[in-house]
């Protein structure tokens, strides 16, 4: 979402028609967590209150890796501060919550471009990058080669 927000093209009036119906989008996303947690075992204090407040913020990223809510109103969302969300994610997943995001959307670039034959610029796009540019520095980094190169290794499979 925040890049949605960052990315808007509009301006005057539509701009903040749009930029509320975002704000709107980020209120029921938080919502539709909370009811979750309500029709779920009433939380407990302590350690496993916190371990399934951090289940829930992956959870939370998971479902919107191509836009993922900012770590203030992750942190709003599973009812922690940020300080302890940014700790206890990273002591439970091994990884800060940022470089999980960047984690998620680079495997999921890569089934993109493998598996569903997407082109770069889709691939780009549909996991909430504005510039071709910045993905394939991203995807360089994580797997040493380019996105283009996973299309080419795909046309040579299936040619034999």
Request: charged share 25%; aromatic share 8%.
């Amino acid at each position: 979402m925040d890049l949605e927000i960052l990315r808007c093209k509009y301006t005057g009036k539509l701009k903040q028609m749009y930029l509320e119906a975002k704000v709107l989008e980020m209120i029921v996303v938080c919502l539709h967590e909370l009811e979750s947690v309500k029709s779920g075992p009433l939380p407990r204090h302590g350690r496993e209150s916190d371990l399934e407040s951090l289940q829930r913020a992956k959870a939370i990223l998971d479902n919107n890796i191509a836009a993922p809510p900012t770590l203030s109103l992750l942190a709003q969302c599973v009812h922690m501060n940020e300080h302890k969300l940014k700790q206890g994610f990273k002591q439970l997943f091994g990884m800060p919550v940022y470089a999980y995001v960047l984690d998620r959307r680079m495997t999921k670039a890569k089934y993109l471009l493998e598996m569903e034959q997407l082109r770069v610029g889709e691939v780009a796009e549909h996991i909430g990058y504005s510039s071709n540019q910045h993905f394939t520095r991203a995807f360089y980094k994580k797997f040493v080669c380019n996105p283009s190169d996973c299309l080419k290794r795909r046309d040579v499979v299936e040619l034999q």
